[in-house]
Each structure stands twice: as structure tokens, then as C-alpha cells.
């Protein structure tokens, strides 16, 4: 966030130092108000490219072998171009080939989802999905698996067929 912060003041101070240049070159016949205009245009235009770039940017820096599963656009009042065009601003992704599996239970699959936010740090949630029932439980404190793989302390949340989180994990292994 700092860096950024920091991104938007050069491309302030770059913009402005530009038109100062073509005021110069035009023999201050343009009007000197312009250049910070062009600072505070850049520094606007840095700041809207940044959020609409920030997905694609952690997308592509994923490793290999991650499916992003969901993502959540975000419109604001504040922005009313995100009404035109929102921009993602989370999204969670999942490594269906790092999936655990009890050999009691093949149609539970563990895996460790990844909830990645804007201005958020890193978050990584343990969750066991039941491909043959539908169902996800997230393991959170008070959680315990029994030898037999069985899970103890879970609450069970029901889950669309096509659920992508579901799809991605439980169709890895027919794929």
C-alpha cells in the first residue's frame, strides 16, 4: 500500500514535471494552473489503473496449478466508473492437485483455500469438502479428525452442485 502511495506521487510529480516542460517549450503561453491539473489527472489516472490491474497482477503471480474460484467486484459511490466497469477487489483461489484424501473417505478432499484481498493481508482457510454430498466444513479452533478420518466439531455448510470451489477440487481427479 505504502509503494503505491508512493507510485502515485512520482506519476503526480512526473506529469507535472512534463507539462511544466511543454509550458516552458510553448513559451509559458499555455497557463501555468496546468500543471497541477496534469499532476493531480496522473496521480487520479495512476490510482484507477492500479485498482483495475491489481487483479489480473496477483492472478498472473500465482503459482502454477492455483484456480481462482471466486472473485468480488466492487462498485462505489465514490468511483462512479465502477458502476460502468466495477473492478475486483477479492478474490479466492485453490490448488486442487494439493488436496488431501483419508483412504476411509475418498470423497472428502482437504484442501487450503486462499482469500486474497485489495488492501488485506494473505488469508488461508483449511477447508473439507464432501464431493459426494456437497457440502464444505471450514476448520476452524475445536476442529479434530478421528483415525478413521472422520471430522469432529465441524459445522457442515450445504453447497450448490456447481459450486466453483467444489467443481475445482472434486473434478481434479477425473480431469
Not at 4 to 11: G, Q
Not at 60 to 73: K, M, Q
Not at 113 to 128: D, I, N
Request: proline share 7%.
Amino acid at each position: 500500500m505504502f509503494l503505491e502511495l508512493i507510485a502515485t506521487f512520482v506519476a503526480g510529480v512526473a506529469a507535472g514535471g512534463i507539462v511544466l516542460g511543454l509550458v516552458k517549450l510553448t513559451g509559458n503561453r499555455l497557463p501555468r494552473a496546468l500543471i497541477p491539473i496534469g499532476a493531480g489527472l496522473a496521480m487520479i489516472g495512476f490510482a484507477i489503473w492500479s485498482e483495475y490491474n491489481w487483479f489480473p497482477r496477483n492472478v498472473a503471480n500465482l503459482p502454477e496449478g492455483h484456480v481462482v474460484v471466486r472473485t468480488n467486484e466492487s462498485r462505489s459511490v465514490l468511483r462512479p466508473w465502477t458502476f460502468v466497469a466495477p473492478f475486483v477487489d477479492r478474490f479466492v483461489s485453490v490448488q486442487p492437485s494439493a488436496a488431501l484424501t483419508h483412504p476411509d473417505r475418498p470423497d472428502e478432499r482437504l484442501v487450503e483455500v486462499f482469500v486474497f484481498g485489495r488492501w488485506a493481508p494473505l488469508a488461508r482457510v483449511p477447508v473439507l469438502l464432501d464431493c459426494a454430498e456437497s457440502r464444505r466444513a471450514d476448520l476452524i479452533d475445536g476442529t479434530e479428525f478421528a483415525a478413521d478420518g472422520t471430522i469432529e466439531g465441524a459445522e457442515w455448510i450445504a453447497l450448490e452442485d456447481s459450486d466453483p470451489l467444489l467443481r475445482a477440487v472434486c473434478d481434479a481427479d477425473a480431469g
